[in-house]
Nanobody, 126 residues
Framework: QVQLVESGGGLVQAGGSLRLSCVAS?????????MTWFRQAPGKEREFVAA????????YYADSVKGRFTISRDNAKNTVYLQMNSLKPGDTAVYYC??????????????????WGQGIQVTVSS
């Protein structure tokens, strides 16, 4: 199977920065997988945040984070990163790492991903 473990979350003031990491492992994991970040705030549905294709050459962002967040990956380390700058209280959520073979047209749909991390809390105070 595939295991995804997130780290780097925590409490930060508005305007601050955090860097999330997600390390993948397991015999079924492929560096060809698209790797994606989703988030879920209390009482809300899980929403797409950012994705990176297998080579790192193509990235995708939700409009709400474009220009503030940067996704990247290091295939040698089986790790995807999410650099979050200019954080806002509205970014407060549990952030989840996901991985799978996903075509670009479906990349924002949580239903397309079989492999998920346990989630990590990000809290932005005003």
């Amino acid at each position: 199977q595939v295991q995804l473990v997130e780290s780097g979350g925590g409490l930060v003031q508005a305007g601050g920065s955090l860097r999330l990491s997600c390390v993948a492992s397991g015999r079924a994991f492929s560096s060809r997988y698209t790797m994606t970040w989703f988030r879920q705030a209390p009482g809300k549905e899980r929403e797409f945040v950012a994705a990176v294709n297998w080579s790192g050459e193509s990235t995708y962002y939700a409009d709400s984070v474009k220009g503030r967040f940067t996704i990247s990956r290091d295939n040698a380390k089986n790790t995807v990163y999410l650099q979050m700058n200019s954080l806002k209280p509205g970014d407060t959520a549990v952030y989840y790492c996901a991985a799978d073979r996903v075509v670009a047209g479906n990349i924002m749909s949580a239903h397309e991903y079989d492999y998920w991390g346990q989630g990590i809390q990000v809290t932005v105070s005003s």
